[in-house]
């Protein structure tokens, strides 16, 4: 199961400090503590940024991160244009996150990584997240039928069925379909699409109660459903021994009891 780090993410106000000031030495750190905790991929979220600052704060990030660590970087806008602008300050070839079944961010985004020959990310969701698991296929099927149109399939396509809050009004519910989905994509799509799930979405302290403790245990049954990338807080022992131990379990790892004690 592969790691991606979502600590590099402007919602977090030390992050946010740190761009705002181009505190180059906190990015370089902070990527370098993802790496060393295990860390195999590193998004980078610069949050909403106005035309003004778009590219001079990509650029800066990008060539920031890239300089400070070997992982790969993900890179995380809610329009394609920052995509792609973003994706030209890259030595390396990046993750694109992310697409949506919306039209407007489907296609242009798939698009982008077709032509540059990426992996990209594509959400289940179009302007809200549906309740269900057959809901959330069905919208992957629209996402794999575009991007199969456009030779992305299998492992470049990663799909994410989009956790909820758990404490939010109707978070069992979709805690439960999201499970359902990362099971059934395999059996309704050959080749299959990867599965992530962006697991600090499910116990974000946002949503008003605290539900931390439930990460670790959503993680161990959303990798016996199938999970193949986990978007999580690479800083969190606990997390990232789960991790680690679950590899053991896939045949990753020697079990050496000392290693995943507290």
Known sequence: MIVAADNLTTSRPSVRRAVENRDEAFVRGLCASLERAGAAWIDLNP?????????????????????????????????????????????????????????????????????????????????????????????????????????????????????????LPGGEAHAAAVLATLRALPQVFDPPPRRLIALSNLVTASAGARSGFAAAPYLAAAFGAGLEVVMMDALNPELMRLVRLLNVFEGQGIFAPGEFAP
């Open 47 to 167: 949050g909403y940024l106005a035309a003004s600052r778009r590219e001079d704060t990509w650029s800066w990030l990008v060539r920031t991160a890239e300089a400070a660590c070997a992982a790969k970087l993900i890179l995380d806008a809610a329009d394609p244009a920052s995509l792609e602008l973003a994706l030209g300050f890259c030595t390396r070839p990046p993750v694109l996150n992310m697409a949506t079944a919306e039209e407007s961010r489907l296609g242009p985004v798939l698009d982008i990584a077709a032509y540059h020959g990426l992996e990209v990310i594509a959400a289940t969701m179009t302007a809200t997240v549906p309740p269900s698991a057959e809901e959330r296929l069905a919208l992957a099927a629209l996402i794999v039928q575009e991007a199969e149109s456009r030779g992305i399939n299998g492992e470049r396509l990663i799909i994410d069925p989009m956790a909820m809050p758990l404490a």
